[in-house]
């Protein structure tokens, strides 16, 4: 299984997860051309696409869905809030209802030999979840757009291979940055992002000797910093309560408008 961000922030998101057999992409929140050039570097492109998991509506995350389905007939695997989120977009256009496959979070769905759990995260869309992907006897978890963790999160995060987690935003760059103070208070809610701090607490709860790659995403361009999210992170590691120091883990972060370095597990 290999993992591969296109793109991942708050204008735009979309990842590639895939093997010799299956594709997948999660989400589509930038144009059609530009998912097809962050394909093409490893040698795909929309025509290979089985399906596209969408983990909400906001339009980083389905910007260029309409236009690639349209295009290339994809299946698109959504709860049924999400579906509902993306028929009310008219910048997405119409998608043939044959294409839309409403899924429960609380089931596991099964596309040629990955399976995929969905699981329920705090965000201020209809009806969010983040993925856990299981094929060729790994586990990868994409977890972003999430306003807080619980223990309920925790426990199913345990485990993982490889996990790509939010990694949003600096709190003292965001309390002291430009934004309007309502949108401020949305990003630090339980429904916002998380920080790099909380990012990095998380993480301290879900290692574990087979963890092998962190990817830091969903990184704010006005309010983050790819060094500072990274060197944030690692503290929160090396002086968590946990065995670990950040050195036993390959930590990067994926970029914001162009595709990231290539995952293998």
Do not use: W
Not at 25 to 51: F, M, P, V, Y
Not at 86 to 92: A, G, M, R, Y
Not at 130 to 157: C, N, P, S, W
Not at 180 to 198: A, C, D, V
Request: proline fraction near 3%.
């Amino acid at each position: 299984m290999r993992l591969l961000s296109i793109a991942s922030g708050s204008s735009g998101n979309c990842i590639y997860v895939g093997n010799d057999q299956t594709h997948l992409l999660i989400d589509a929140g930038i144009s059609g051309k530009r998912i097809e050039q962050g394909l093409n570097t490893i040698g795909l492109s929309i025509a290979d696409i089985d399906a596209v998991l969408v983990t909400h509506e906001h339009i980083d995350h389905i910007g260029g869905l309409g236009v690639i389905c349209r295009k290339h007939g994809l299946k698109v695997y959504a709860t049924y809030g999400t579906i509902c989120g993306i028929k009310n977009t008219k910048s997405v256009g119409k998608i043939e209802e044959g294409l839309l496959c409403p899924i429960d979070k609380c089931e596991q769905i099964s596309i040629k030999d990955f399976v995929i759990h969905p699981m329920e995260i705090s965000h201020d869309a209809m009806d969010p979840v983040a993925y856990r992907i299981y094929a060729d006897g790994k586990k990868l978890a994409i977890v972003t757009d999430i306003g807080h963790f619980t223990q309920e999160t925790v426990e199913q995060l345990q485990g993982m291979n490889a996990v790509l987690l939010e990694a949003n935003h600096d709190v003292q760059m965001l309390q002291v940055g430009g934004y309007p103070y309502p949108l401020k208070q949305r990003i630090l809610g339980n429904r916002g992002h998380l920080s790099n701090e909380n990012a990095g607490r998380l993480l301290c709860k879900l290692l574990h000797d087979d963890l092998k790659t962190i990817v830091l995403g969903h990184l704010s361009n006005e309010n983050n910093l790819p060094d500072l999210a990274y060197e944030s992170v690692r503290l929160e590691i090396s002086m968590g309560d946990n065995p670990y120091q950040a050195s036993d883990f390959q930590i990067c972060v994926a970029k914001r408008s162009c595709p990231s370095q290539v995952i293998e597990l």
